[in-house]
């Protein structure tokens, strides 16, 4: 997979991150998952389509999502709860559409649609298309977090 397509997910993940949850998220090295088992409790997946077809992924640790959660509405966060599930949809939703607006300035033009969240230990994540996921793992202070990016061939 092409870094062209990569690099503005992750530019785009610390972005968000840094400016909407005052957290400084560090990458580790990127891998390509083998598997469909997500690397988090919570997850948002979000197709894309356009110039290239595939999906993003974001799964983040119980501990980390609390802390993003707790960032953004400035109130203490116990569980994973519908509020959660939302900010994760929210966020998802973020990093996308920052990772599309940096994709246009290559002359890369894609469209996404609405994230799917899904919680609980062990929990599966399933990229519909034919190419390599690739996986980045980061870590915060709060927790770690994965961003899985996959695109068709």
């Known amino acids: 997979m092409d870094a062209k397509i990569i690099n503005p997910f992750l530019e ?3 972005n968000v991150l840094k400016t909407m949850a005052m957290l400084d998220p560090t990458p580790g ?19 894309i389509t356009g110039d290239a077809q595939g999906s993003m992924s974001i799964s983040f ?12 509405l ?3 966060v116990t569980e994973i709860n519908d509020e959660v599930r939302d900010a994760v949809g929210e966020i998802t ?24 969240i899904v919680s609980g230990k062990g929990h599966s994540i399933t ?6 996921r690739i996986a980045i793992p980061f870590d915060t202070s709060s927790g770690q977090f994965v961003i899985e990016v996959a695109f068709n061939k």
Do not use: W, Y
């Open 12 to 14: 785009a993940t610390i």
């Open 93 to 116: 939703n973020m990093i996308c559409g920052d990772a599309r607006r940096r994709l246009d300035a290559d002359n890369i033009h894609l469209q996404a649609g609405t994230p799917t």
């Open 127 to 132: 990229h519909i298309n034919d190419g390599p």
């Open 29 to 47: 090295k990127a891998f390509v998952k083998k598997d469909t088992v997500a690397h988090g409790d919570v997850s948002g997946i979000i197709g």
């Open 61 to 72: 640790s119980e501990s980390c999502i609390k802390a993003v959660v707790q960032n953004l």
């Open 74 to 76: 400035g109130m203490p």
